[in-house]
């Protein structure tokens, strides 16, 4: 008997390897010492431009919106969604994203879609700034269905001692959505449920967007690492709140000091037509919309009041769509006002 013949082909996952190193290379940054190949991989954050550096770690996956890109055999995207859910939570400390690694785990390894994945995380890293520097495939048969693949990233960045956010968030400070790239990796059980009600497939015409109903809901999670960084570097920023699960009523609360809370107008964005379909199509109230999804706000900044012009201005330039959404207020939780467009 063979390994092979249990269902787990050596063979294929050395080449897999030889397969995806230009992808890693094409994310090498300073710092890097050693990349795929080794036990280990190496990173010196000293050479990365810190001084005294205290490092950050981030966890995280893409959920069920896998079964969309596993059943449409669209797999590259998730790639992106997975560096996106990991670095967007690291800035949010703060931090720079250094280096990344991801896990894949399957029934059968494919290695033209394993590729296809591990070159969307790498497209993600070079986005973020940050380094493939290793990784893991797993092939287990009888864990998983042999069309089946999960996916697990983990992301390290630094900071420099001292400069940890949220740091200074007071009354008065004001709130500035950027706006997401779509659903995100957030609520896709929901959105999958949506669909089978609808009576939809995913090769359907998307009925808020052109092309298919599979596509339009694969849309990857934008990374916002690179703006936001340059706005915490030119200074005002207090805090900075990744809208994931839970939305905005569950994430902004979260880098917000005790007594203090968020005033939001939800008629200061346009909400985008995936999520006034998704809401029509299954009923959703105005609450559960704004706790299962990003609802068109991928990222909150809580800025100075004085700086959020200019702040505003440094982040349209780097290309983001801007909202002042409200400002910091006393009490606590969010408090909405106005009503979603």
Excluded at 207 to 219: E, I, N, R, Y
């Amino acid at each position: 008997m063979t390994y092979a013949e249990a269902g787990v082909d050596i063979d294929a996952g050395n080449a897999l390897v030889e397969r995806i190193k230009p992808a890693a290379k094409s994310t090498d940054r300073a710092g890097v010492m050693a990349g795929l190949g080794g036990f280990g991989a190496l990173f010196d954050p000293r050479a990365a431009g810190f001084a005294d550096p205290v490092l950050v770690a981030a966890t995280d996956g893409v959920g069920t919106k896998l079964r969309i890109a596993i059943d449409t055999g669209e797999v590259a995207g998730v790639g992106v969604d997975l560096v996106a859910m990991c670095v967007n939570d690291l800035v949010c400390q703060g931090a720079e994203p250094l280096f990344f690694l991801d896990y894949f785990a399957c029934g059968s390894l494919d290695i033209d879609r394993a590729a296809a994945v591990v070159e969307g995380i790498a497209e993600g890293c070079r986005q973020a700034g940050c380094a493939l520097i290793g990784g893991e495939t797993a092939e287990m048969p009888g864990m998983y269905d042999a069309a089946d693949f999960d996916l697990a990233g983990f992301a390290v960045g630094a900071m420099e001692r001292g400069a940890a956010l949220p740091q200074g968030v007071s009354e008065g400070d004001i709130l500035l959505g950027l706006a997401s790239g779509g659903v995100h990796s957030n609520g896709y059980s929901l959105v999958r449920r949506i669909v089978g009600v609808a009576g939809l497939d995913w090769a359907a015409p998307a009925p808020f967007a052109t092309g298919t109903l599979g596509a339009a809901l694969l849309a990857p999670t934008r990374i916002y690492v690179r703006p936001a960084l340059a706005a915490i570097r030119a200074g005002g920023v207090h805090g900075l709140a990744h809208i994931t699960g839970g939305g905005l009523t569950e994430n902004l609360p979260r880098v917000l000091p005790g007594g203090l809370g968020a005033a939001v107008d939800l008629s200061a964005w346009a909400l985008p037509p995936v999520f006034a379909w998704l809401r029509d199509t299954g009923a959703l109230e105005t609450p559960e919309l704004l706790k299962t999804f990003n609802a068109g706000i991928g990222m909150v900044l809580v800025v100075e009041a004085d700086k959020a012009n200019a702040i505003s201005e440094r982040l349209e330039d780097a290309g983001e769509r801007v909202y002042r959404l409200g400002a910091v207020v006393r009490g606590e939780g969010v408090r909405y006002s106005g009503a979603l467009k």
